[in-house]
């Protein structure tokens, strides 16, 4: 150590020498409060505009059908046009873009691209507002460094894949989390990902294509950081989204998927759905503001239409069982208020899901998620279905045939727990059975869902 | 589709054209029977030395020191010897074989390396047993390979930075899984981890080096295939490397220390203990084959030693306490066996955790993980203590104390859960909590742990 020379650098008492501790950068010259390295103080509020002009016109639930991510891509076209001049929005994405639905952006700007064209080249400037290369480390560690920079941005990805980055997500996560213990650091826009070509939907692609677990990744960091969205329809992606794009130094995953599906929820329902983050669906239910005998609970979109067919199943067959319908969309509302910010208290978690009724969830990722979020609840007769690493490439519908989350597992699950479906339930059971196998041989032949599932739609009362 | 031109392959019932089906390869120039591409079918049975030979000789819990993987390194180290005629086990590594304590394989082979080296190079040769380089990706890439080619192997890694090959491993535990289903596909070698270097020994490297979630990212697949394992100290380590080394089929995630620490186990003990997977510890309990009090659970070696040293205190303060303790090497037993083939039967389970008395887990890992596995058992009254994403440069216990997991927690605690303790609890949680605050003014000033924690060892009986 003496060669470094202490006796030039420290007086008799140990103290730094005037003359050197004056070398050091002063004001915004400091590391720190270079706004280069805070980049929260060039931050700049993104423009966003009305999410609601861009809803789909919903009368009653499932009277039309969309793509949700589809629709977003208008939302976020005009994103981006609003911030042409800061310049301070951009889209990531390992090449997909197109394949992910989201092509009308490229009504209004196209892909970065510096380097020669050649005449059937796609969408590609000079100065593109979108981001595009397949690694889904280069996209995240762009998106990384504009966001510490002072920038807003996207990144959309295949659900699987996004997997990738688990350990670059980590990193980001645990940055965001001693920054804010710095009162110097200035907030910076929110890691946003948008995943969608999700697990249950592979058609083409199958087994490897399937990791719903970037969610149990991301709930085992700090809680004040992050965010998990399940939206079920387009206007409620519209709504999370708008919230996610506005919102600052959180980490927030929004899963949702791109192919064409029956739309829930008007605009105004959405909205008001999404500020909740969870709730009761009156309109599919039978409870009637009583106890109910059944929670048919669901977070996810292709889980949530599974549940909607599975209680029109049980109304029409069960017509006297008191079925409850709860929608999550906000998934850390399932843990206690003690552990995440916006959990939920027991006494509003057991209003929704009430204290000892059989609750049978379907969700979009690995089953013990919800297990892990509501251990500590009240309520112990949680019945969870979700992907438990079965699939191959096969039709939408059997995918959640092959995991036991369909809609006729669920009634048959439903009855199951319920003795008092008495005969009646047996019989249905029965029933459900036989229209498994018919689904079996069905789709062996042609290839494709069985009509009644391709058209099903919820047959019931308009919406409220 | 007529370009195709169908009717030059088929006759007018739509056959192939028997000269056409002839040209298709046969026997083992089939694709999956080519030996090249089912490696199973190539595969040798590894040579394994006596594990037991390499014990550390343990007279009484805690009598000695040592680095676990160090020990393991011997071990090791005579694998490759044993096998250096069919050349048919290799490690792999992000540059971290010294690092990571196994330095004593380079007594018997080298790092494998073919361009030219300069004089002060260590470990050298064109046909080493080794595979460095510091990218996590390509070690798993080579590794893979060399499985499926009919060969056998370890990575070992820091266990942070595990998570960098998430997705790979997810593709290979997802071929596992199909591979299992087809029977014509020979078994090939397990797919073998050690993670060391793990959360809760970061001293110089701080909070962006823990992240122990890759065991929750592989309990999410098929549980045919996954295997997770603590041992709690080096005969432990031996005794589970031992086992996944002679395994086909799987993927065994092995999590150890490579700091010195205090052994506990005798290799007779240790075996027996690893052979079942999760004990009792009579030697450490008061409970003398009663309905103990409390259960003092424990999984991995940093939450054993703050375990016992927890019970220690117990011991002396509250000595009507009857306490258990249960330690956990083989984290799939906590699981139902009707979910994962190394799970407890219920009441295997009950006899160890009791129904209903207040078990103290202290994990490894995120606590989440206990409540996943344990979810459906009777006794509700879990408490776990694990890595919640508290960390920084810091000394060994003080990791422990920032996650709320050290010895003082664990009885701080206990007496909250049990009333019983009484005025002798009241006063013994003040003086924990003095503890702590000297703890904090101890290591602020000097850098190190407090004398009673470094040289904590085990106060009271001789091993049985």
């Not at 609003?82 to 951009?90: G, M």
């Not at 699987?160 to 907030?187: G, Y």
């Not at 196998?437 to 069905?442: E, F, G, I, M």
Request: charged share 25%.
């Amino acid at each position: 150590m003496r060669s470094y020379k202490p006796e030039e650098l420290f007086d008799e008492h140990g103290r730094l020498l005037p003359e050197l501790a004056d070398l050091a950068p002063k004001g915004d010259r400091r590391m720190g409060a270079n706004p280069h390295a805070n980049g929260g103080r060039l931050l700049r509020e993104l423009n966003v505009p009305d999410y609601r002009t861009y809803a789909v016109n919903v009368p009653s639930p499932t009277a039309v059908d969309a793509g949700n991510v589809h629709v977003l891509g208008r939302f976020l076209r005009d994103v981006i046009k609003l911030n042409t001049d800061p310049r301070n929005f951009r889209i990531f994405g390992p090449d997909e873009t197109v394949s992910n639905r989201l092509e009308d952006v490229f009504k209004v700007t196209n892909r970065q691209w510096e380097a020669e064209t050649v005449p059937n080249d796609e969408f590609l400037m000079p100065s593109g507002g979108v981001m595009e290369v397949l690694s889904e480390h280069q996209c995240e560690g762009w998106l990384e460094g504009y966001l510490l920079t002072g920038r807003h941005g996207l990144f959309n990805s295949y659900e699987a894949f996004i997997r990738i980055v688990d350990s670059m997500f980590t990193q980001h996560a645990k940055w965001l989390k001693m920054s804010a213990e710095l009162p110097w650091r200035q907030k910076i826009a929110s890691l946003n990902y948008l995943l969608t070509s999700h697990v249950w939907r592979q058609d083409h692609n199958g087994f490897t294509h399937q990791d719903p677990g970037f969610i149990d990744h991301v709930i085992n960091k700090k809680a004040a950081m992050v965010r998990v969205y399940l939206p079920p329809d387009a206007n409620c992606l519209l709504s999370v989204m708008d919230h996610c794009l506005r919102s600052l130094n959180y980490i927030n995953v929004v899963v949702c998927g791109k192919h064409e599906a029956p739309q829930l929820l008007g605009m105004d329902a959405a909205a008001d759905h999404c500020a909740k983050g969870i709730g009761v669906w009156e309109w599919a239910g039978t409870d009637e503001g009583v106890e109910p005998d059944v929670v048919m609970a669901c977070c996810g979109d292709v889980p949530t239409l599974e549940t909607l067919a599975a209680v029109s199943i049980m109304r029409e067959h069960l017509p006297d069982l008191k079925v409850r319908v709860v929608n999550v969309v906000d998934l850390m509302r399932l843990e206690p208020d003690t552990e995440h910010p916006h959990g939920l208290s027991d006494a509003a978690y057991d209003a929704l899901f009430t204290k000892d009724k059989h609750v049978i969830f379907a969700f979009h990722g690995y089953p013990w998620v919800i297990h892990r979020l509501t251990y500590r609840r009240a309520n112990r007769n949680m019945h969870v279905r979700g992907y438990k690493e079965e699939g191959t490439i096969t039709t939408a519908f059997d995918m959640t045939v092959l995991n036991d989350m369909d809609r006729f597992h669920l009634v048959m699950d439903t009855i199951d727990r319920l003795p008092q479906t008495g005969t009646k339930g047996i019989e249905l059971k029965r029933l459900l059975g036989e229209k498994l196998a018919q689904h079996r041989l069905y789709i062996d032949e042609h290839g494709i869902d069985m009509p009644e599932i391709r058209d099903w739609r919820w047959p019931l009362l308009p919406q409220r």
